[in-house]
């Protein structure tokens, strides 16, 4: 018999849909095992490994920030935090550029 837990799906879902944090941010929750626990508007399944990994072997107290690399070589700006005895991992992620475009004007 194989048990699965999740969180309300639809409830979280519906939530991020309806925020936007710039125009490359997005929001979603991993398990410990690093699967995604929603779909998110730009494209990441429900049940899907975390391409970005993530989650790692440490548990973090509070939030933990910082900036990682994905597959394609773009640069994100990570929030991340645990959630209800560190079971699940709310991420929220942004490209750097986006993220900074006020403080870091384009040259020209």
């Known amino acids: ?5 999740t969180i309300d799906t639809q409830f979280f879902t519906h939530l991020v849909e309806r925020v936007r944090i710039g125009k490359t941010g997005e929001a979603y ?4 095992k690093g699967i ?3 779909s998110t508007p730009i494209g990441r399944n ?3 490994q975390d ?3 993530v ?3 440490a548990r973090h107290e509070g939030t ?3 900036l990682k690399k994905n597959q394609k070589g773009e640069e994100f700006l990570y929030a991340t935090t645990w959630l209800q005895d560190k079971k699940w991992l709310l991420v929220v992620r942004r490209e750097e550029s986006d993220a ?3 403080v870091r004007p384009p040259l020209t």
């Open 36 to 38: 995604l626990q929603n």
């Open 64 to 66: 933990d920030t910082f």
């Open 46 to 48: 429900l049940m899907d």
């Open 51 to 53: 391409a970005d990994h």
């Open 100 to 102: 900074f475009r006020d």
């Open 55 to 57: 989650v790692g072997p």
């Open 1 to 5: 018999m194989v048990l699965r837990s």
């Open 29 to 32: 929750i991993l398990n410990e």
